[in-house]
């Protein structure tokens, strides 16, 4: 199984990125998928997760309203699209494979991630 995540960038506060982390080497729509992201010297939190549908979406609260989750499972790929950028977005995203079909919120909860792309939003 590999996951690859791509978009990341430098952009002004109050801009927007998508970020894309496309999968391989397993039945994409079986699973539910998900966003962290880890800013240095903090733990790896929870941003977004999508079910394996796409139906069911859960964010953190900090996120809410800006961010969006999305999926397409004819190209198995995950999405993140980030608006409204404030500088305290800036971390490293990470996606990765929930353990199953539903959405886990805590890192525990996924068996394979991509490798990270780096968001930088300027003040």
């Known amino acids: 199984v590999q996951l690859q995540a791509s978009g990341g960038g430098l952009v002004q506060a109050g801009g927007s990125l998508r970020l894309s982390c496309t999968t391989s080497g397993h039945t994409f729509s079986n699973y539910a998928m998900g966003w962290f992201r880890q800013a240095p010297g903090k733990e790896r939190d929870f941003v977004a997760g999508?079910?394996?549908?796409?139906?069911?979406?859960y964010y953190a609260d900090s996120v809410k309203g800006r961010i969006t989750i999305s999926r397409d499972n004819s190209k198995n790929t995950v999405y993140l699209q980030m608006d409204s950028l404030k500088p305290e977005d800036t971390a490293a995203y990470y996606c990765a494979r929930a353990r199953g079909i539903l959405v886990r919120t805590m890192p525990d909860g996924y068996d394979y991630w991509g490798q990270g792309t780096l968001v930088t939003v300027s003040s």
């Open positions: 999508i079910s394996w549908s796409g139906r069911d979406t």
